[in-house]
């Protein structure tokens, strides 16, 4: 009579977790399926009583009105050279301080590994004020350098689950490479970087999503609006007299689908890269 009921037992714990599942999904993506059928819906639909999730009649209208609302093609011009930029940024540096944190041995290196670490540690709140001042002493607010340079000079974040990565790589394969002559440089781009790819991806990922999605930075640093971003034009929308929900939605849709498709895109090395560490 045991094995019945434990078999029981377990069939009820499936159907409760996967109970839980669906409805943890369902409240997650219930706010973009209202978003995305919002944007396809007539402006008198919108607030129909009572209300219908599904459009009635199905139409672009609103992305019109979106597109033209505000120099959305430039924004999105703006945004991407931002996010590229930074992307690039993320990839040259980050991997270069993780591989020395992870397979180089020099005085202090442990130190400044904590150190990096400790910086993760301080909202960004804190700094805010006098990273501004710092970037205002040397003349380059309103422009793109405040939100790009740092990416160059490395994200405590990436360093970290990088380096946690390349502590997995052989060590014999570095050696081996040192014995044949290579340079630290060459043995980082050539044969640890490659195995690393998850992890580098990631970072790419994150750091593509953190800049498009983006709106305090480029709304205190940029003051002029021919280099605005698209997350702050969509604040246009916010009118003094009410929303335009409609194209705000079918605004927020275009904004959405890039990070969409560069996750989906990508999602195999993204699961890979953020379950190295927690394998290692």
Not at 213 to 226: G, K, Q, V
């Amino acid at each position: 009579m045991a094995a019945p009921v434990i078999s029981l037992q377990r069939g009820v714990n499936w159907v409760a977790q996967r109970a839980v599942t669906i409805l943890l999904v369902a409240v997650f993506v219930f706010p973009f399926v209202v978003m995305l059928t919002t944007a396809f819906k007539p402006t008198d639909d919108i607030f129909s009583a009572p209300p219908e999730l599904w459009p009635r009649t199905w139409t672009l209208e609103q992305f019109m009105l979106a597109v033209n609302q505000f120099p959305f093609f430039r924004y999105l011009a703006n945004t991407l050279l931002i996010s590229g930029l930074s992307v690039a940024g993320t990839l040259l540096a980050s991997p270069l301080v993780a591989y020395s944190l992870a397979k180089l041995e020099w005085p202090g290196r442990n130190l400044l590994f904590v150190t990096v670490l400790a910086t993760m540690m301080l909202p960004p709140q804190v700094t805010l004020i006098p990273v501004y001042m710092l970037w205002n002493g040397l003349g380059a607010t309103n422009s793109y350098l405040p939100l790009v340079v740092p990416a160059f000079l490395g994200t405590p974040f990436f360093i970290f689950m990088i380096r946690q990565f390349l502590l997995a790589v052989p060590d014999e394969l570095i050696e081996a490479a040192r014995i044949d002559g290579a340079s630290e440089l060459r043995i980082c781009w050539t044969i640890v970087l490659p195995i690393a790819r998850p992890a580098l991806i990631t970072s790419a990922v994150f750091q593509f999503v953190w800049t498009w999605t983006d709106f305090l930075n480029p709304l205190i640093y940029l003051n002029d609006s021919d280099k605005y971003t698209l997350s702050i034009g969509l604040y246009s929308f916010f009118g003094q007299h009410g929303v335009q929900w409609g194209p705000l939605m079918a605004a927020c849709v275009l904004f959405t689908l890039p990070a969409v498709v560069i996750y989906i895109a990508a999602q195999r090395y993204f699961v890979g890269g953020i379950a190295a560490g927690a394998v290692k």
